[in-house]
C-alpha cells in the first residue's frame, strides 16, 4: 500500500484508543490494592486505569500489566476507526 501524503494524513479523522484495562482487571479477580502491590504502582495509578481516567501511559506501566495479566497490548487498548 503506498505511504499516504502527509495533508492526506492530517485531513482524515482520527480513530480512537480505548482502555480496556479496566475490563482485564476486573476479569482477573484481583482487588485494586493487590494489582498494586503485585505491580509496584500505586493504588492511585491503578484506580485511574481502572476508571479509564487517563489520556496516556507509560510504556513500562503498560509493560508491567501485561506481564501481571499476562496479556498482550491488544488486549489492554483497542484501536477504533471512526
Do not use: W
Not at 502527509?6 to 484481583?30: C, D
Not at 509496584?40 to 503498560?62: A, M
Not at 488486549?75 to 471512526?82: C, F, I, R, V
Request: charged share 30%; net charge positive; aromatic share 4%.
Amino acid at each position: 500500500m503506498p505511504k499516504a501524503k502527509k495533508s492526506e494524513r492530517a485531513s482524515r479523522p482520527l480513530g480512537e484508543v480505548v482502555s480496556r484495562i479496566g475490563l482485564v482487571m476486573s476479569a482477573s479477580g484481583h482487588t485494586g490494592n493487590e494489582i498494586a502491590r503485585r505491580t509496584g504502582l500505586s493504588r492511585q495509578t491503578i484506580r485511574k486505569l481502572r476508571t479509564g481516567d487517563f489520556d496516556s501511559i507509560h510504556l513500562d506501566t503498560l509493560a508491567l500489566l501485561c506481564r501481571e495479566f499476562d496479556a498482550e497490548v491488544s488486549d489492554l487498548l483497542q484501536y477504533e476507526n471512526p
